[in-house]
Structures are given as structure tokens and as C-alpha cells.
């Protein structure tokens, strides 16, 4: 069992000490969630939420994962970083490969690629990116990532994009794993079929369990039943000891949480306390879950 502190949300200036401190509390990863913009309106409903709203402001604060990642990688040793997840739909994969070269190489490594479609029209269409096909889109452009981090001398020839020979140097370092985001369907077919391993949004345990098992059949009808594959899991109603442990038991490998809401903390918070919430859970949890 992992545990990986998520950012989201947070301002900025306290992830470098965020970051230390989930180093030193026995985390293994820190979750980094994106959003471009906050649009005034938008025509589409947040698929998370009950209602379809989102419950964050066009004040809250955001960084760039991968800007966020390559600062944190600098006053952390062992810490992986993943984005959780990055909406690809509305980005150009070749640029974003330059990025995640970038940040593999910063981090010596230390760093994962989680990836979704993306929910917001507007999120598209602003960034030049067509909203109509989107999936097949995403899929193309999760071919051309994996072309071009593989390192070497490459081209590609899709229908969305189009390369000649290219090269991007330094590749990573190691082999960046993919994770794909989504509950639908067709987003757990994707993940079966292409990625190293599924993450969760804000999930009930039972609705995670049923969802851990079908992606378990998809995996199995992609024969690789037997493939290493990560469960990352925002479960909203299974803590403590006893719940982490039910949640392993139904095969998730990495929770995620922010221990300084189970002290009456928000995202807003002074940094000190969150501190202090991250050293109390690593304490009371991390080092007690394999007991």
C-alpha cells in the first residue's frame, strides 16, 4: 500500500513545503491535479460532482503539474510526482512530450503521467483543439507520447497528427508510466488497454470495488492479467487504518488523500498546520498500515 499526498487546490508557495514534509511523513507520491482556466460559464456539467458544478472558484489557485512537479523534485529526494490527471484532450502531445522529457530528466525520474480526456468545451476549443472526437483524439495522442519519450529518432503519420523524423533529447531516464483518469466505460477500456494504471476520481467504496473489478476482466480480456497495474483511489468514505486495509483488500495500491481535511483543515489553510496533519498522519497511518 502507497500513499500519495495530493496539492490540489493549495496556494502555491507552500508545495515546495508540502512536499519536504510528505518526504519525510513516509508518502511515496504527491498527486498534481490540473486545470487551465476558469471559465465564466460553461456548457458542459463537471462529471465528479452530484449536480454537475464545479466546487472550486475562479480564485482558487492552480500551477502547471509539470511546472509544480520539476519544483518540488528540487527540495525532494525520493518523492515520484504524477499528474492527477492531465487533460490531454485540449493540449498538442508533441509539446507535451518536450515538457514531460523535461521533467523526467529534472527529477531524475521521479515522475508518472496521468491522463484524461478532459470535460470542458470551452477548455478545448480556447486552446485551439477540436471538443467533436475527442476521444479518438486523446488516443492518437497518447500513441505520439509514447513515440517520442521512448527516445530516438521518430516519426508519425495519424490522422490528427502528423511528424516527420524527430528527435527529443535527453529521453527520460527510465520508462514514464502512464495512468489514465476517468470512470466511463470507454476511459477504463483505455486504461486496460494502453497504461500502466487507472486513477480514481472522488469514488464511494463500493462504487471503487465494482469498478477495481471490472477494469481487473478488461485487463484480463487484453491479456494482461498478470501486468503490474497501479489503483490510485480517491475513496470519500473508507479512512483509517481499518478502512486503508479494506481498501487494499479490494486492490487498490495507492490512496491518495490530504490529511489536513481530517483535522477541520481547508485547502486555504497556513501552511503550519497542514505540516503538522502530515506528520500526524505518517505517524498514526503510514507507519502502522503494514502492522
Known sequence: MKFTLSIAMNPLDQLGELARAAEEAGFSSIALPDSLFYSETVSADYPYTPDGSRFWTEETPWADPLIAAASMGAVTERLTFYTSVLK???????????????VAALTGGRFGLGLGVGWS?????????????????????IEVLRLILGGGMVEFHGEFFDFDKLRMS???????????GGHTDVALRRAARVADGWSSAMMKFDDLRDTIAKLRGLLADQGRAGDPFEYQAVCIDKFGLDGYREQGD??????????????????????????????????????????
Open 88 to 102: 490531454l484532450g485540449s493540449r498538442n502531445p508533441v509539446l507535451l512530450a518536450r515538457q514531460v522529457n523535461s
Open 121 to 141: 468545451p470551452e477548455e478545448f476549443r480556447w486552446c485551439g483543439a477540436p471538443y467533436e472526437r475527442r476521444g479518438k483524439r486523446v488516443d492518437e495522442a
Open 170 to 180: 535527453p529521453a527520460p531516464p527510465s520508462r514514464v508510466p502512464f495512468y489514465i
Open 250 to 291: 479490494i486492490g487498490v495500491t495507492d490512496i491518495i488523500t490530504m490529511p489536513w481535511v481530517f483535522d477541520g483543515l481547508g485547502f486555504d489553510a497556513e501552511v503550519g498546520p497542514k505540516l503538522d496533519s502530515i506528520k500526524k498522519f505518517g505517524d498514526e497511518i503510514i507507519a502502522k498500515i503494514g502492522d
